[in-house]
């Protein structure tokens, strides 16, 4: 095992990262709008900002689901218990003893056990759960007719509600959780691609022969 | 709005203005030419049965009628000649001859001031009904183009002709000139808002009285105050909406056309509604950007009127808001004044007390009352059985948010209180213009004596004691549409406190922040939010005693 600073985030999933963050800032403001918390923004303006901003973001799951898939990516989301337990008592009471995060990266787990299992947990129910009812609720005057169509209308808006605030909380805690150690340094391969990995011998001769570019 | 229509709007604008390029030249008695600028193939000045002396109303319809063989027929199978009306689904009878309204209250028993605006002569007896003869329907008030035929406002519907006695009043309220018959005959044509105006705008005894949508303004409208009727805009007569068949006219306000599924886009095309979507069509805002498209997906909800109609009483005449007739009867040394204390915006004063009729209140630029409305309307009739001790809907509205044919739409409400049977519990007739016998209220201001004359007369039980309840009427808003830039913003009812904050049993995006789920939402946050901070603490105090990080 050897440490080196590997290219784990690329190009699209950079892209795709800070792309739905915008994306999900944008619909927060405008959907706290149109739901009436506050008045920052014209309805009208919170309605088409709205709407385009889930549609984007929709078209950007595609692609990301996609990409995923044909990288084989999606197995970094994969839950396991092995460490959970060190990572959950790390931010329990290690961090306040000034203990180092237990968790060491490694090329085909990027993400610690938490971070995996919360964003599979975004990325099962949450997301789905958010476009699910938002396009139903878009989608309204196609199936207002049937029966008790207002009632279901009413129950989807405040699903698409309870998601968005879970939603929110989620990124109060994802911004929080970069604060512990240094956030720039948290946020930087995010930006830059690269972090420091852990690389059996043979993943860093792989890097070091066919994508040189991935490895510094 | 579609390129048909919009070529469509053309042609009724070039049409309007063709009319109105007509007026002076009818005035200068040029007639020949007005009828040719009218592309009319008949010019009626040179009529021989129109060239002559005429002395009655009843005299200019024979004449009328010697050539308009079904016309007279026609207009007495009308709502306007029969004020009478078969509810098709609630059943109720109703029409002018029966209902009691908010404002002057009934018909029955004051028919010489109120069958004034009969579209006839001569209705003295409303139990008889309408008189029999075809020679007693008024061709001119609805046909006449030369602009000065009008009705004395208490002589059953006749027009003024020498001699006239000294200090009538037409319909309108202005001072009565002899008309010159033979003039108005040979000026006739289809009807202008001068026309249906002088009864349809001074409906409940004065200007914009009763509908509040229907006012003096109209007569030469600005375009910020209605779009289609506007002089400097497409200048539609009240017919170009209210189309006819056989002198029937389309719109009612008993059976409202409340949403129009047909949606034809085809103006004129069907004869039986007065309806936006038979012209606008069913998706009228355009429909390429994604507002336009939500707009459109609202139309099956909330009437064109609703959004298109901001406020209604605009363009400077005043609404009667209130009329509390129990008031009514004060005297000053014995006999009956006002006080005209309400100044509109054209500077015109307005009565706020009579001792004939009570107390008023009036308003203007009014934001309407919103309703679930399926177009049904019920009305409290004198059989009907009220609970006083709550305010009486003098006529209900039918409609919710369950009934897909329900949509939401602009009312004036109108507060009254009016005098009903203690004992029986029913709204009374009430008789008020004599003028004079002994029983009318405006000659006596004796309630007791005026209400029994008024039940004896319509021949329904009275118990002999009366007091006043308080009352809603509700009036449809379907005029004044005002330009497109005027039409409401979303936020007028997509709010907390929006327009729509009485109605209820339906999802309103942004109508209600403060919800259960947003209870619990904003519950979850702030535990988020303190448990990152309590963490972030207890790191920095840790952190603080124990050993340097990283």
């Not at chain 2, 719109?251 to 606008?280: F, L, M, Q, W």
């Amino acid at each position: 095992m050897v440490e080196r600073r590997v290219k784990i985030y690329p190009r699209f999933e950079r892209f795709w990262h800070w792309a739905q963050a915008a994306l999900i800032f944008i619909l927060l403001f405008t959907g706290t709008g149109l739901h009436g918390l506050h008045a920052l923004i014209p309805f009208g303006s919170a309605v088409t900002a709205h709407t385009l901003a889930a549609l984007a973001l929709v078209v950007l799951w595609i692609f990301a689901i996609f990409w995923h898939v044909t990288t084989g990516t999606w197995r970094h989301y994969l839950p396991t218990t092995k460490g959970l337990f060190q990572v959950a008592r790390f931010y329990a009471y290690g961090v306040f003893k000034g203990e180092h995060h237990p968790y060491r990266k490694a090329y085909w787990r990027k993400h610690n056990p938490m971070q995996a299992m919360t964003y599979l947990a975004l990325k099962l129910i949450l997301f789905p759960a958010i476009w699910l009812t938002g396009i139903a609720y878009l989608t309204y005057n196609f199936w207002q007719h049937q029966p008790s169509a207002a009632h279901i209308l009413e129950v989807t808006a405040n699903l698409h509600l309870l998601t968005a605030y879970l939603l929110a909380a989620f990124v109060i805690v994802h911004v929080y959780l970069l604060t512990i150690g240094n956030f720039l340094e948290h946020v930087k391969p995010m930006i830059t691609g690269f972090d420091a990995v852990d690389l059996t011998p043979e993943e860093e001769a792989y890097l070091q022969a066919d994508e040189p570019g991935r490895i510094r | 709005m579609t390129r048909a229509n919009v070529s469509w709007f053309g042609m009724f604008g070039f049409i309007g203005l063709a009319l109105v390029a007509a007026i002076p030249i009818v005035r200068a008695q040029d007639a020949q030419t007005a009828a040719a600028a009218l592309g009319s193939t008949a010019d009626h000045s040179t009529f021989k049965a129109l060239k002559k002396a005429f002395s009655s109303g009843p005299e200019v319809t024979e004449a009328c009628l010697s050539c308009h063989t079904e016309a007279g027929k026609q207009v007495m199978g009308s709502i306007h000649w029969t004020w009478s009306y078969t509810h098709p689904a609630t059943g109720q009878q109703l029409g002018k001859r029966r209902v009691i309204n908010a404002f002057c209250g009934n018909v029955a028993s004051n028919e010489r001031r109120c069958t004034s605006c009969h579209v006839g002569y001569g209705w003295d007896a409303l139990k008889d009904g309408p008189p029999q003869e075809q020679s007693k329907v008024d061709c001119l008030i609805c046909h006449d183009r030369t602009g000065t035929y009008t009705k004395l406002d208490s002589t059953a519907g006749n027009p003024p002709v020498a001699p006239i006695a000294p200090g009538s009043t037409t319909i309108t309220g202005a001072p009565a000139k002899p008309v010159d018959l033979a003039a108005a005959a040979q000026s006739v044509g289809l009807p202008r808002r001068e026309n249906c105006g002088q009864c349809h705008f001074f409906g409940g005894g004065g200007d914009n009285v009763k509908h509040g949508d229907l006012s003096s303004v109209l007569f030469a409208p600005d375009k910020s105050v209605d779009v289609h009727m506007a002089k400097d805009g497409p200048n539609f007569a009240c017919s170009t909406c209210h189309v006819s068949n056989r002198h029937i006219l389309a719109g009612s306000r008993y059976a409202i056309n409340a949403r129009d599924t047909t949606a034809t886009a085809k103006p004129r095309r069907r004869r039986d509604v007065a309806t936006c979507e038979s012209c606008h069509g069913a998706a009228p805002h355009k429909g390429a950007s994604l507002i336009g498209i939500k707009l459109n997906d609202h139309v099956d909800r909330v009437a064109c009127q609703t959004c298109h109609i901001p406020e209604f009483a605009r363009g400077g005449v005043a609404t009667k808001t209130y009329w509390d007739w129990s008031t009514a009867g004060n005297l000053k040394d014995g006999r009956p004044y006002g006080e005209d204390e309400f100044t509109q915006s054209d500077g015109k004063r307005r009565h706020t007390y009579l001792s004939t009729k009570g107390s008023f209140q009036w308003a203007e630029n009014v934001v309407p009352h919103y309703a679930w409305f399926d177009g049904q309307i019920r009305y409290t009739t004198a059989t009907d059985k009220i609970d006083p001790a709550a305010a009486v809907e003098i006529n209900q509205l039918s409609g919710s948010p369950e009934d897909p044919a329900s949509r939401i739409w602009p009312f004036k409400r109108m507060k009254g209180r009016q005098a009903y049977d203690k004992n029986f519990r029913n709204l009374v007739y009430n008789h008020v213009f004599g003028p004079e016998t002994d029983t009318a209220f405006w000659t006596n201001f004796d309630w007791a004596r005026s209400i029994e004359a008024a039940m004896d007369y319509v021949g329904q039980p009275y118990s002999g004691e009366f007091d006043f309840v308080d009352t809603y009427m509700y009036w449809p808003i379907t005029h004044m549409v005002a330009p497109k830039a005027q039409a409401l913003d979303c936020q007028s009812c997509h709010a907390k406190e929006g327009r729509l904050a009485n109605l209820t049993g339906f999802y309103l995006p942004g109508g209600s922040p403060m919800g259960l789920v947003d209870k619990i939402g904003l519950a979850v946050l702030v535990a988020t939010l303190a448990g990152a901070i309590g963490h972030a603490a207890v790191r920095i105090a840790t952190q603080r005693r124990g050993s340097p990080h990283g």
